[in-house]
């Protein structure tokens, strides 16, 4: 019996041996499988450096998801009440003027510091919308000091439509105002959302605002074109057929690049990853792109070249397994000599009411899946002409999609061909 009993452990011991052996191969070959998956799909981010207030403490890293309009719970319409409202020039505001657009409203008090960090964190939004007639936006003041309302305005670049309670207003109007809040306005009047913050509102707004083509300025082309993925050790064989592959002795090689205003995302590269002839060598090798920093909705930077050249063409090109191959900016440019000429327009600052010209207004969005190296060419119709003969270029960009936070446009190469 002894033996017997000896023998049936040791079959026990090599069939335990032989399972785990199947068992470790079964992991190899599955973390195998995962990894090569993983790197032909989109990648999937586990982590996200968050935006944060101005003049607020630091935000630490964590994860940010945006709610979409299924994920939100159903909100009734409610009754936006009458309200007895005064514009900053005197004049009667009357909310119900403006009916067929949807309408940004914030509420806001210079003593409540929150609502403060919100405005400036709405230029954003402005600059974003800010040729689209489908929207308004418009502050209103618990406080009633029209001079200092006006002086803080200008002071702090807010250019959207301001107002404050008219000085007969009724106590219901003034108890509507004391309390700091967002608040978006259908095309009927009702109140059909109340956003957390700001992000909340631009994820909002960007459901109930879709893409419409942006109308060019006069002549200029906008081609775009995608490839598949495929290694770019030698970014200028890249098999383009409407555009130029990336160049690495262009105009834009020996520019000065900086940020006019927004945070560079944490894993970002430098200014110089845009100007290196290189694109990324992988479709998430976020170090060799140039992106800002997520819950963003907007980021500006510059190229100056020290004196002006003609320029023929200017092609951005990125690569991105995910919505970010997408390409979405606005490129203004300047000579830089108008009398109010403003080298770094900041946020909330129209960059055409100081010294600048728009060339186009990308949104390659919706691009192609798959995801692939996207390319996009600005240049006029005329292949005689030029864009015209600038010193600086200004990138406005903003995110390619809203349903998480890290959607900011990713920028692998901008290349910018001289004209004669």
């Known amino acids: 019996m002894a033996i017997s009993i000896t023998g049936k452990r040791m079959d026990s011991a090599k069939a335990n041996r032989i399972a785990i052996s199947i068992i470790i191969l079964l992991i190899i070959a599955g973390t195998t499988i995962y990894l090569i998956y993983d790197q032909i799909q989109p990648k999937a981010q586990t982590k996200v450096e968050v935006g944060p207030v101005q003049n607020a403490p630091q935000q630490s890293e964590k994860m940010v998801a945006s709610r979409t309009r299924k994920q939100r719970s159903a909100r009734v319409a409610e009754a936006m009440p009458q309200l007895e409202l005064r514009a900053l020039d005197g004049a009667p505001l009357r909310l119900a003027d403006f009916s067929g657009r949807f309408v940004l409203v914030q509420i806001w008090s210079a003593n409540v510091p929150r609502s403060i960090d919100e405005m400036r964190n709405l230029k954003p939004i402005y600059d974003k919308f800010l040729a689209d007639p489908r ?3 418009i502050g209103l003041s618990t406080e009633q000091d029209i001079d200092a309302l006006k002086q803080f305005t200008a002071e ?22 004391s309390n700091p809040s967002l608040l978006i306005l259908g095309k009927d009047g009702s109140i059909i959302e109340r956003p957390e913050d700001w992000w909340d509102a631009f994820c909002i707004l960007s459901e109930f605002l879709p893409r419409i083509r942006a109308t ?13 993925n495929q290694p770019t050790d030698t970014a200028q064989t890249m098999p383009f057929k409407r555009i130029p592959p990336p160049s690495a002795d262009d105009a834009g090689t020996g520019a000065k690049v900086s940020i006019v205003e927004g945070r560079l995302h944490g894993q970002s590269g430098t200014e110089r990853v845009v100007i290196d002839g290189k694109l990324p060598p992988t479709n998430d090798s976020p170090t060799e792109n140039f992106f800002f920093i997520a819950k963003s909705i907007e980021g500006r930077f510059l190229f100056d070249f020290g004196h002006p050249i003609p320029i023929k063409q200017i092609n951005s090109y990125t690569w991105h397994g995910h919505d970010r191959s997408a390409q979405v900016f606005r490129l203004y440019a300047s000579d830089g000599l108008a009398a109010n000429f403003n080298s770094t327009p900041k946020f909330g600052v129209d960059p055409a009411r100081v010294g600048w010209s728009l060339i186009a207004d990308v949104n390659t969005h919706p691009a192609p899946w798959p995801r692939g190296i996207t390319g996009v060419s600005i240049h006029q119709s005329d292949a005689g002409r ?7 270029l200004l990138f406005v960009a903003f995110p390619t999609e809203t349903h998480d936070a890290q959607g900011h446009t990713f920028f692998g190469e901008i290349d910018v061909i001289e004209g004669k």
């Open 216 to 228: 060019q300025p006069t002549g200029v082309v906008i081609d775009f074109e995608q490839i598949a």
């Open 156 to 177: 702090n670049s807010i250019n959207w439509l301001q107002g404050t309670a008219a000085p007969n207003a009724s106590a219901a109007t003034k108890e509507f105002l």
């Open 135 to 137: 929207l308004l936006m």
């Open 386 to 392: 030029n864009l015209g003969v600038f010193r600086y």
